[in-house]
């Protein structure tokens, strides 16, 4: 029998998970809110850093954490993304915007943010209001040069609703890292607060990978010393079983026990998987229960996504190049865990041509960044998990075909 409708999907593959769907990560959770929400909640100011390799869950801890300081520990929450940020000016209109934004939750702090901002808002629309982006823009630069004074007047403006300091996220910083103004900005900010005779309470949280971080201690060493770093690493078993039970509950389908095996294992750890793969047994699912075959076709639907959507172009032509096709799959046989591998332990299951090739191979990897070398030699590594994954599903989906 056919179903009408399915309803919403509980799966977000493209963006930081809901609060009530957001699993696991406890001691991150646990930590950021005792030595950052309530150090700041206390008066003391902390910068931390969350760190971690791309759509590991950097954005939806740091949403995650913000929500709750916003509903249980006085703190505003600002949430600006900096995904197109190049210099302190975009910075500030990113900031401002978001300020803009900000207060969701409260309906009478929404109401003070735009009162106070209301030359920047225009008409009620579709999607919410409109933002006079001119005006913003022209006002940007004195919210960059002036962030502390204005963060600061936020809370004055929003004392009343109980609000005594602010968590402000930068995410995305990808762009503006290598500006080297941005270290300076960050440290002076730091700097400034601390020597202030009533400095403010401001939870500053970036989210990059650890590149950006090294990147930003690179063009100022001092900075190294005010991040608390957070590091983000995959979910273990317990925490993907949790995830997939309230996701999967929340729409009423029950996961049979062998299908749980296979979201997980295939999962590996990578919640933008575990997301992509949920999402494909959600619409494949007739009769309310993820059987292990349902799972099954959806691993093999994630895998498809996982290389049309996150692996480059360049990179997917490459893997999916005739030449070293043979080879890859027997590296991509060696688990999803196994972030690297010796080339002699390669090398014995090639076969002659494969072997002549190989050393090509492995150039034309590194230079498509897709691995690089290792500390010992002879040892390969590769550099995202997610490309990692996208080979090792490819080459169940080549089995599977094969023995069907
Ligand atoms: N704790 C969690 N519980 C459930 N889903 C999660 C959790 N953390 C992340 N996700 C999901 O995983 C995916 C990646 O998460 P997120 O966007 O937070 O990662 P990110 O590290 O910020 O990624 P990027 O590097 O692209 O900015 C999203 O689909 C998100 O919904
Ligand atoms: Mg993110």
Same mark, same amino acid.
């Given at each position: 029998?056919?179903?009408?409708?399915?309803?919403?999907?509980?799966?977000?593959?493209?963006?930081?998970?809901?609060?009530?769907?957001?699993?696991?990560?406890?001691?991150?959770?646990?930590?950021?809110?005792?030595?950052?929400?309530?150090?700041?909640e206390?008066?003391?100011?902390?910068?931390?850093?969350?760190?971690?390799?791309?759509?590991?869950?950097?954005?939806?801890?740091?949403?995650?954490?913000?929500?709750?300081?916003e509903r249980e520990h006085h703190l505003h929450?600002?949430?600006?993304?900096?995904?197109?940020?190049?210099?302190?000016?975009?910075?500030?209109?990113?900031?401002?915007?978001?300020?803009?934004?900000?207060g969701?939750?409260d309906?009478k702090r929404?109401?003070?943010?735009?009162?106070?901002?209301?030359?920047?808002?225009?008409?009620?629309?579709?999607?919410?209001?409109?933002?006079?982006?001119?005006?913003?823009?022209?006002?940007?630069?004195?919210?960059?040069?002036?962030?502390?004074?204005?963060?600061?007047?936020?809370v004055?403006?929003l004392k009343d609703t109980g609000v005594t300091g602010?968590?402000?996220?930068?995410?995305?910083?990808?762009?503006?890292?290598?500006?080297?103004?941005?270290?300076?900005?960050?440290?002076?900010?730091?700097?400034?607060?601390?020597?202030?005779?009533?400095?403010?309470?401001?939870?500053?949280?970036?989210?990059?990978?650890?590149?950006?971080?090294?990147?930003?201690?690179?063009?100022?060493?001092?900075?190294?010393?005010?991040?608390?770093?957070?590091? *983000?690493?995959?979910?273990?078993?317990? /925490?993907? #079983?949790? %995830?997939? $039970?309230?996701?999967?509950?929340?729409?009423?389908?029950? &996961?049979?026990?062998?299908?749980?095996?296979?979201?997980?294992?295939?999962?590996?750890?990578?919640?933008?998987?575990?997301?992509?793969?949920?999402?494909?047994?959600?619409?494949?699912?007739?009769?309310?229960?993820?059987?292990?075959?349902?799972?099954?076709?959806?691993?093999?639907?994630?895998?498809?996504?996982?290389?049309?959507?996150?692996?480059?172009?360049?990179?997917?032509?490459?893997?999916?190049?005739?030449?070293?096709?043979?080879?890859?799959?027997?590296?991509?046989?060696?688990?999803?865990?196994?972030?690297?591998?010796?080339?002699?332990?390669? *090398?014995?299951?090639?076969?002659?041509? /494969?072997? #002549?090739? %190989?050393? $090509?191979?492995?150039?034309?990897?590194?230079?498509?960044? &897709?691995?690089?070398?290792?500390?010992?030699?002879?040892?390969?590594?590769?550099?995202?998990?997610?490309?990692?994954?996208?080979?090792?599903?490819?080459?169940?989906?080549?089995?599977?075909?094969?023995?069907?």
């Open positions: 029998m056919l179903q009408t409708s399915k309803g919403k999907s509980p799966f977000y593959p493209g963006q930081p998970v809901p609060i009530e769907l957001f699993a696991g990560r406890d001691q991150q959770i646990h930590h950021i809110i005792e030595r950052g929400v309530r150090q700041v206390a008066g003391k100011p902390v910068a931390m850093y969350i760190q971690g390799e791309y759509g590991i869950g950097k954005s939806s801890i740091a949403g995650f954490t913000q929500g709750l300081a929450g600002i949430y600006a993304p900096l995904g197109s940020a190049e210099s302190l000016d975009d910075i500030g209109a990113a900031v401002l915007e978001a300020t803009l934004r900000s969701a939750f309906p929404t109401e003070k943010v735009r009162d106070w901002l209301a030359k920047y808002v225009g008409d009620q629309s579709l999607f919410g209001f409109t933002i006079h982006t001119e005006d913003l823009k022209k006002d940007a630069p004195t919210v960059a040069a002036g962030m502390l004074p204005f963060l600061k007047e936020v004055e403006r602010v968590f402000m996220v930068l995410d995305e910083i990808n762009g503006i890292t290598t500006n080297p103004k941005f270290s300076h900005f960050i440290k002076g900010i730091v700097d400034t607060n601390a020597m202030s005779s009533k400095p403010l309470p401001l939870l500053m949280m970036l989210c990059g990978v650890e590149e950006r971080r090294r990147e930003v201690i690179t063009h100022h060493q001092p900075v190294d010393r005010i991040f608390d770093v957070i590091d *983000v690493k995959t979910m273990s078993p317990d /925490e993907m #079983r949790d %995830f997939f $039970n309230k996701a999967f509950a929340s729409v009423q389908v029950r &996961v049979e026990s062998d299908a749980m095996d296979l979201l997980t294992e295939y999962s590996a750890g990578f919640p933008k998987i575990m997301h992509l793969v949920g999402d494909a047994a959600f619409w494949l699912d007739q009769d309310g229960v993820i059987s292990r075959e349902d799972a099954f076709q959806a691993v093999l639907i994630a895998a498809e996504e996982v290389g049309k959507k996150y692996v480059d172009q360049q990179v997917y032509k490459a893997l999916r190049s005739a030449d070293y096709h043979s080879i890859l799959a027997k590296i991509a046989k060696m688990g999803p865990d196994s972030m690297s591998f010796r080339k002699s332990d390669v *090398v014995t299951g090639l076969t002659e041509t /494969e072997k #002549r090739k %190989f050393h $090509n191979f492995l150039q034309k990897m590194k230079s498509l960044k &897709v691995l690089r070398s290792g500390d010992v030699q002879g040892e390969y590594l590769f550099n995202m998990r997610m490309v990692r994954l996208y080979i090792w599903l490819q080459s169940l989906q080549k089995n599977s075909s094969r023995t069907r």
